[in-house]
């Protein structure tokens, strides 16, 4: 099953389901990888939660080295993220920036890590390819995620 067969290009490489009843397999997180190797960010996005006014928001994301994110925190929501493929450092940090914890994210561990609303955090990428789920609650507003300057 192919991601524009599912769903809507919202935006580049972030695609939403077309609805909730859906099941994602390796063929779609392949898809997604693929996606993500043609953004010029190395990353891309299937939103399975059908639009952005959703209370649940569920995104599989998928990332190709080389990869960090910005520094960036999520005022109004915690969010928790489940590795499912390859490795990544999930970072935390302090409002100056300086780094406070550090834990590598391993795929298919089972493991899921939690963050709260407010604290201070980024991704790095490790392996050649990383896929995670992230869960927070929506809605979307322009100000849930707040850059570090």
């Known amino acids: 099953m192919k991601l ?5 290009n919202t935006a580049k490489q972030i695609f939403h389901s077309k609805s909730w009843n859906l ?5 779609l997180i392949g898809d997604l990888l693929l996606h993500a190797r043609q953004n010029e960010n190395n990353k891309a996005r299937f939103c399975l939660h059908p639009n952005s006014s959703q209370l649940m ?31 990544a450092e999930a970072r935390t940090f ?19 890590f939690s963050t709260d609303s407010g ?22 507003r322009s100000d849930s995620t707040v850059f570090l300057k």
């Open 94 to 112: 302090d409002e100056s920036g300086k780094l406070l914890k550090s834990e590598l994210m391993i795929g298919g561990s089972g493991h899921a």
């Open 4 to 8: 524009f067969d599912i769903s809507l």
């Open 57 to 87: 928001q569920v995104t599989y994301l998928a990332f190709i080295a080389p990869y960090e994110d910005k520094i960036h925190c999520h005022p109004f929501r915690p969010e928790v993220l489940v590795p499912i493929l390859g490795q």
């Open 23 to 27: 099941k994602v397999d390796d063929e």
């Open 119 to 140: 604290h201070w955090h980024s991704l790095r990428v490790k392996s050649t390819e990383f896929v995670m789920i992230e869960i927070g609650a929506g809605p979307f």
